[in-house]
């Protein structure tokens, strides 16, 4: 996965600074609820193929859909420009996942109970399922595709779930991409209840997904998704090529030790509303973002290797975290690109700062007033380290 500008990261930031992500309640691993049953009686309009009457293109069979029909896709490869739009209640089908191919495009789910199955996905903007003020899209169905490189800022990764509920993802092979999962929370839009995600891969290695779980080690895993758990454990991972290594969404003292993250698009770890975690002993390298925190509080990141990212450490709205004895190497010359801080203060302490200094180091970051106006904020590391940690 190739590294975009450090200006595009923060162009991405400043879409999030107004985003909190919160917590996914569930009912942990053993649920045995199921998303509502959907009904697919209606016609079926077909796509490809030499049929009479066949459409040419994806977005004109759905636009000529209605709720309970269902898009059969003859294999191909169909390079598109636009994004596929999804605003009835139908499935897509593709005839099969190997050769039934969305290039350089991807798919935008806006309404409830949309199955999705039988195709790749690959070179564009993946799947994205969002509700909106004014629409609620829960109770869709993603299963038996494959994903690949896909990445943008439209859609974070193979599938990005945001603000949806009550969605089942299975079956998926990820390869360059993954799952994300957000909520806004700003919108006071729904509350967010549980999904269902599981026998997914990510580069030929199991998506481990948790609600509401605790006292778990994770040691196998192309890709981690905690949301609601305590005391979980990730450790001796090598996690690159997807869109976050590790994310915490409203998680409790777990502990990330001993990983490697590479070349992820977002970010290597990613802690949202998350306190008390512990993250150490981790080599985190070549990607845009090392470690991403926003709303998280009371967490130690220590004794960690941060190597080359677009921004080593990126944090919003997170204070009263511990970082120390870190070695900070940055992809720029000026260690003010190494830290991007807003609304936070945090405690620094005896990191190694890219060379030996022998004075204190000074880290800039920025306050917003209420009318989101930006003022200067200083943290310090007082004794930075005057040689780096030796971290295997």
Known sequence: MQHTLFTKEIAFVVILLFISVSVIPSTGTNIVEESSAMSFDGNTLYVGGSGPGNYSTIQEAIDNASDGDTVFVYSGMYNLDERININKSIRLIGENKDNTIINDSGISIVVSEVC??????????????????????????????????????????????????????????????????????????????PNFVYNNTVNGKPLVYFENTSDEVIDDAGQVILMGCNNITVKSLELSNTIIGVQLLDSLNCFILDNVFSNTFLGGIFLGNSNNNTISGNTISDNELGAFLVSSRYNTISENSFENNGANIFIIKSSCNNISCNNFKYRFYFYIFNIFSLDSDNKWNGNFWNRPRLLPVLIWGFKTTLLLRMRRSLDIDWRPALKPYDIS
């Open 116 to 193: 999705i199955s039988g195709f790749t996905i690959q070179n564009g903007n993946g799947i994205t399922i969002t509700s909106y003020s004014l629409e609620v899209t829960n109770n869709n169905t993603i299963t038996g595709n494959i994903f690949k490189s896909n990445e943008s800022f439209y859609g974070f990764g193979g599938i990005t779930i945001s603000n949806s509920v009550y969605n089942t993802v299975s079956y998926n092979s990820f390869f360059n991409c993954g799952l994300m999962m957000i909520s806004f929370d700003y919108l006071d839009i729904v509350t967010v209840y």
